[in-house]
């Protein structure tokens, strides 16, 4: 709108306001401040007959509103973290995230079962931490991560320009990437979303807007800043990972050529360029092939948001209905351990032994190596009775990951004490111990361990504590 606004009356005060509006769809969307780029170009360009000296004022302007918004947060950054950063400074974990050995175009998180966002920053620090050797400020983490991009894209070049088209079709793909949460599961509860996401998604919308810059073609040597805005965001965003909420601000420029599309269909129609109708009719057939292609499937996404809500539902204390969410997500991903890991849970903490038991060896059969799923099934066989799968099953888990959890130790420990194997017992307990284990009060009154109170092992321990 506000580029709009310039073209026929370029006064200062539109370019002020173009940066801080950039500015503030930069703090929102951190890939669109490749826009600044775009536009700047745009205005030494498009303006080329203007005075030099006038077009470089205007780019001026437009970098001091981007600064009346950016300036502040950097200082506040500075401030707070230590680093003058004008954003965030996940720009290199991010980019590693969409550009490694492991990407498909979605978003993994670096530590597998860790997608939470209270985690993002905490992982990418330790672990390039604990490459580096020494501590880092916000910078050098995402430094860190920019480097091992690089090292990637050096190291297999081939499979990376695979990566990135495959990242292109799905920026431009019908499918709705979801995050934490899919429109898709939303269509259960709202007749009007499911209505408008069957007829009218983007896999209608893009067609349609082919279509318009076909319509509007005439026009070109007046519209091409819309397209270089629109094919500039795209790549940004191709160049890290997909999510719908990512390409989203693509829908301002995608809806206005549908738009013009629709409204000039009557008019195209009547033209007697028969050449010219059919070439627009092929790239519309075209596109439309290419944009409902299936790269994914919507119900895993759908899945995804039903496996969260089930989630919550569970850390309120609603199992009951945290397992009926978690066997609707099942039925979407068939072939996902953790769902099936944490609908074992849900059965569980109802009381409904048995049925865990079932669900937990049912994600073993997925999934052989979960620790998580290993450590679950232990417990809920030890609190059975059932010491000797209880040991097998907690064995299973420091062979799969030693440092899993220093808890999985101390089970062992009480494990072998119920069976008054007293130097095995210590011994796994030093073990936990020595793993970080602390809850001390437990180690004194636990009834499992009383088996080797009497041990001159076990008052040492609880001597040296």
């Known amino acids: 709108y506000l580029?709009?606004?310039?073209?026929?009356?370029?006064?200062?005060?539109?370019?002020?306001?173009?940066?801080?509006?950039?500015?503030?769809?930069?703090?929102?969307?951190?890939?669109?401040?490749?826009?600044?780029?775009?536009?700047?170009?745009w205005i030494y360009v498009y303006f080329r007959t203007m005075p030099f000296k006038k077009t470089v004022a205007w780019g001026a302007l437009l970098v001091c509103g981007l600064a009346i918004i950016l300036i502040p947060v950097g200082l506040r950054n500075k401030i707070v973290g230590g680093d003058f950063v004008l954003t965030t400074s996940q720009f290199g974990s991010n980019l590693y995230i969409g550009n490694n050995n492991m990407s498909d175009g979605r978003y993994r998180p670096l530590r597998p079962d860790r997608g939470d966002w209270r985690f993002e920053r905490q992982d990418a620090t330790e672990l390039a931490e604990e490459a580096i050797g020494r501590k880092l400020s916000p910078s050098e983490v995402s430094q860190y991560w920019v480097g091992q991009t690089v090292s990637y894209i050096r190291a297999e070049p081939m499979q990376w320009i695979g990566l990135l088209v495959k990242k292109w079709h799905l920026v431009w793909n019908a499918l709705e990437v979801g995050d934490a949460e899919s429109q898709y599961a939303h269509y259960k509860w709202s007749f009007a979303l499911k209505w408008l996401g069957f007829f009218f998604h983007f896999g209608v919308i893009c067609p349609l807007a082919v279509f318009g810059i076909c319509r509007t073609w005439q026009y070109r040597r007046k519209l091409w800043g819309l397209y270089l805005i629109l094919i500039s965001f795209a790549a940004s965003v191709a160049m890290f990972y997909v999510f719908a909420r990512y390409r989203f601000p693509m829908?301002?420029?995608?809806?206005?050529?549908?738009?013009?599309?629709?409204?000039?269909?009557?008019?195209?129609?009547?033209?007697k360029n028969a050449k010219h109708i059919l070439i627009c009719l092929l790239l519309v057939f075209i596109s439309a092939?290419?944009?409902n292609w299936k790269i994914f499937n919507k119900e895993e996404f759908t899945a995804s948001t039903y496996y969260n809500i089930a989630h919550d539902l569970s850390v309120q204390g609603d199992n009951a209905q945290a397992a009926e969410y978690y066997n609707e997500a099942f039925k979407l991903s068939t072939g996902n351990a953790k769902i099936v890991n944490n609908l074992g849970l849900a059965l569980f903490k109802q009381g409904k032994v048995d049925e865990a038991i079932i669900q937990f060896n049912k994600a073993l059969r997925i999934e052989p190596n979960s620790a998580k799923t290993h450590n679950n099934l232990a417990i809920v066989l030890a609190t059975m009775g059932e010491t000797d799968e209880a040991i097998e099953h907690f064995l299973e888990v420091i062979r799969i990951d030693p440092e899993y959890s220093p808890s999985v130790y101390y089970n062992l420990a009480g494990m072998y004490s119920r069976q008054n194997k007293?130097?095995?017992?210590?011994?796994?307990?030093?073990?936990?111990?020595?793993?970080?284990?602390?809850?001390w009060d437990l180690i004194e009154t636990d009834k499992d361990l009383d088996n080797i109170r009497g041990s001159s092992h076990y008052k040492r321990i609880i001597k040296n504590r």
């Open 422 to 439: 007293v130097d095995e017992s210590v011994k796994w307990l030093k073990m936990a111990i020595e793993k970080g284990y602390t809850n």
């Open 289 to 291: 092939i290419l944009v």
């Open 3 to 41: 580029a709009g606004k310039t073209i026929h009356n370029p006064k200062g005060l539109w370019w002020v306001l173009m940066g801080v509006v950039l500015g503030c769809m930069g703090l929102a969307r951190e890939n669109a401040l490749i826009l600044i780029i775009v536009i700047l170009f």
């Open 251 to 271: 829908i301002g420029v995608v809806g206005l050529f549908a738009a013009a599309g629709i409204a000039g269909s009557r008019e195209f129609f009547r033209e």
